[in-house]
């Protein structure tokens, strides 16, 4: 069987895609499992396909939103150019199913697979569908999302709750293994910052700000972002030598489940792998929904059920402090660790490529 892979624009639509790849791949008997990727040209998604070692097809897209009539006008324009490329791609690759993730990468290709008469999966990773999903359900034969509190705002006929799947790493990394290759203190609580694929400057200032404090008691693992390492960089050169060594900053990791596994709570944004990210792993967070989004829906799920607390974005100045309170209350990051672990689908990536072996036959 041959499947597609559809979605991006940000890590969080990229990884699902990829860890379904990942199960399709490992479920084929005798090698008779192919797999491509459709997405934009500079996205997320197109280093997670390479990293992956899944052939690469560019689809132009963007949103097809905003106040602008000029963006507007683009969007649509690159809608119906990248559904007429999608569709030539899908007649050339022949793919028996096609996965989509959401993501206004995806769109084109959704169109393009009712076109084809292509079956199609469409997976929303959030607690609300945003407006890609949401054009895609009407294209798909089934709908799968990852926690049942989006059920209400998607076709109740044809969706399905199946969790938010995770690569295999998420399945395998352990605390040890996470500190040794981040070459953490074992001894010492880790605080694991991560603001996302592309990063999140308003988290990175606040850590800055509060890094003297924070480092006075934990070890921090932060991911910053490529575009904000330079001036972290600078900001850790001006520590003390202990607690510079205490301060590990890296651009980016592909190893994001060893970083979750060697930590004692998080700092992240609200974005959609944390529904599926931060429960396997067990990890109590602060979570910080973007103000440009609709990421507070994430958030308010997993605080809800006591997993997480809620940091509004505007109110950003207080992580340091809320960081410090969170490290000194150990029953309390305990009882958010169990409730955390509690809303994990370790099930859900062979769940997803089940139903995608399901429609393609």
């Known amino acids: 069987m041959k499947f597609g ?10 990884y699902p895609a990829i860890a379904v790849a990942e199960a399709l791949r490992a479920g084929a008997t ?4 192919e797999v491509v990727y459709y997405g934009t040209l500079n996205g997320p998604e197109r280093r997670a396909a390479g990293d992956a070692s899944i052939p690469y097809r560019v689809v132009p897209a963007s949103q097809v939103r905003g106040r ?11 809608l119906w150019r990248g559904t007429h490329v999608a569709a030539d791609l899908l007649r ?3 793919p028996d199913a096609v996965f989509a993730t959401g993501g206004y990468a995806a769109a084109p290709i959704g169109r393009a697979c009712r076109a084809q008469g292509i079956p199609l999966v469409v997976f929303l990773p959030d607690a609300y569908p945003g407006w890609a999903v949401r054009f895609l359900a009407r294209y798909a034969t089934k709908v799968a999302c990852a926690v049942d509190a989006a059920l209400p705002h998607l076709p109740s006929a044809k969706t399905v709750v199946t969790g938010y799947p995770v690569r295999r790493q998420f399945l395998e990394a352990t605390r040890e293994e996470g500190i040794r290759r981040f070459r953490l203190d074992a001894a010492s609580p880790t605080v694991l910052i991560a603001g996302g694929s592309l990063g999140a400057h308003t988290i990175n200032l606040s850590i800055a700000e509060s890094l003297r404090a924070l480092l006075d008691r934990a070890q921090l693992l932060h ?4 575009d904000e390492e330079h001036w972290l960089a600078r900001e850790r050169e001006k520590l003390p030598e202990w607690l510079r060594a205490r301060y590990h900053l890296l651009a980016y990791t592909d190893e994001m489940a060893y970083a979750m596994a060697a930590s004692d709570l998080a700092v992240t944004r609200a974005g959609a792998s944390t529904l599926g990210e931060l429960p396997i792993a067990g990890l109590p967070a602060v979570v910080i929904p973007g103000g440009f989004s ?3 829906y994430n958030a308010d799920y997993l605080a809800d059920r006591g997993a997480a607390v809620t940091l ?3 109110e950003a100045e207080r992580l340091g402090a809320l960081v410090l309170e969170l490290l000194g209350d150990a029953a309390r990051r305990d009882a958010m660790a169990t409730a955390m672990r509690g809303l994990a689908r370790p099930d859900a990536t062979q769940r997803l490529a089940t139903l995608l072996r399901e429609v393609a036959a």
């Open 5 to 14: 892979l559809a979605g991006g624009g940000t890590g969080g639509h990229a």
């Open 30 to 33: 005798g090698g008779d499992t």
């Open 92 to 94: 050339k690759d022949r």
């Open 294 to 296: 609709d990421q507070h």
């Open 68 to 78: 602008s009539p000029v963006r507007l006008t683009t969007g649509i324009w690159r």
């Open 312 to 314: 509004p974005h505007a």
């Open 223 to 226: 991911i910053c972002g490529r």
